[in-house]
């Protein structure tokens, strides 16, 4: 079964950094790329940032660039999302999810993990 | 960036009828690069559609995706309980930037 299980949230005061990570399982990890993708508190669907499968290709939303680093670590089945410079309004549960292509721009995102709150505030 | 619109905001409607949702893109979305998506309150979404008419593995037949250029639907032919979410749209024509629409609930009348 695949399956995609992240942690690291948490409360964290403006301006502070958080580590998030996603345990992929049940599949083939180097072969795909991985997305964050978050929604603040009854709000909908905003894409983060991407990750080709070996690295090699790396997108950000405008909203996240320069605040933000994705990583990836296919020995360990991980996917990570290092997010510094924090603000209120990246408060969300961040959701990681699979891209099932081989193509290394983000496509549709299959399956998705259960997410992790991060709330910034002080 | 691609805006989606999706109308109605909600859709009461009762179990074994009809639904139709609408998702509009701000320019022609390329290749009919769409996604449709449910999400259940407490849950991660679960993908329904892709290429704007593909259905995913495991869904349902009653589900159905069209349109292209600008305009796109999503029908849901009879609905069962378990259909009573809300309802994503995603753009990955104009990758890396993709966007999702602003969502449709169903909900029970």
């Known amino acids: 079964e695949v399956q995609l299980v992240e942690s690291g949230g948490g409360l964290v005061k403006p301006g502070g950094s958080l580590r998030l990570s996603c345990a992929a399982s049940g599949f083939t990890f180097s072969s795909y790329s991985m997305n964050w993708v978050r929604q603040a508190p009854g709000k909908g669907l905003e894409w983060v940032s991407s990750?080709?499968?070996?690295?090699?290709?790396?997108y950000y939303a405008d909203s996240v660039k320069g605040r933000f680093t994705i990583s990836r670590d296919n020995a360990k089945n991980s996917l990570y999302l290092q997010m510094n410079s924090l603000r209120a309004e990246d408060t969300a549960v961040y959701y990681c999810?699979?891209?099932?292509?081989?193509?290394?721009?983000?496509?549709?995102?299959?399956?998705w993990g259960q997410g992790t709150l991060v709330t910034v505030s002080s | 960036e691609i805006v989606l619109t999706q109308s109605p905001g909600t859709l009461s409607l009762s179990p074994g009828e009809r639904a139709t949702l609408s998702c509009r893109a701000s320019?022609?979305?390329?290749?009919?690069?769409l996604a449709w998506y449910q999400q259940k309150p407490g849950q991660a979404p679960r993908l329904l559609i892709y290429g704007a008419s593909s259905r995913a593995t495991g869904i349902p037949d009653r589900f159905s995706g069209s349109g292209s250029g600008t305009d796109f639907t999503l029908t849901i032919s009879r609905l069962e309980p378990e259909d009573f979410a809300v309802y994503y749209c995603q753009q990955y024509g104009s990758s890396p930037g993709l966007t999702f629409g602003g969502g449709t609930k169903v909900e029970i009348k």
């Open positions: 999810a699979r891209d099932p292509t081989t193509v290394v721009t983000p496509n549709w995102f299959d399956p």
């Open positions: 990750i080709s499968s070996s690295s090699s290709y790396i």
């Open positions: 320019q022609s979305v390329s290749s009919s690069y």
